[in-house]
């Protein structure tokens, strides 16, 4: 709908390197896209949005320059996976919680 009313499209992605895959091949289809937004380096995500930990037979997929990301060109989402590693964080989980963010007086900043 965001097309068709010329709405540009501004994707917000903080989940990780599937995702992000995930994420990048919506924007190649997309007359509208407009940015696409990640959690690299965030303070809620310590690890990098693109490490190589589940997508480590294709360190290079996801290539920076200039503040430009290129869409990954493999089969499927672009991305090889190490099912091994998929398997073992499987076994550890995930504890998802929306962060709450405070000013430094303790009041809520946004949630």
């Known amino acids: 709908m965001a097309e068709a009313y ?3 499209l501004a994707i917000h992605c903080p ?3 599937i995702a992000l895959a995930t994420c990048l091949q919506i924007d190649a289809v997309s007359y509208n896209a407009f940015i696409q937004e990640q959690s690299l380096g965030s303070h809620y995500n310590k690890a990098s949005a693109t490490t190589c930990s589940i997508t ?3 360190p290079e997929v996801f290539k920076y320059e200039d503040g430009m ?3 990954p060109q493999g089969p499927g989402l672009g991305i090889e996976m190490n099912e ?3 398997r ?3 076994k550890v989980g995930h504890r998802w919680r929306n962060p709450v963010w ?3 007086d303790g009041s809520v900043a946004e949630w």
């Open 6 to 8: 010329d709405v540009a």
């Open 88 to 90: 073992k964080m499987a």
């Open 69 to 71: 990301v290129t869409i």
């Open 102 to 104: 405070r000013h430094a």
């Open 15 to 17: 989940l990780g390197p």
């Open 56 to 58: 480590s037979r294709t």
């Open 84 to 86: 091994e590693k998929v």
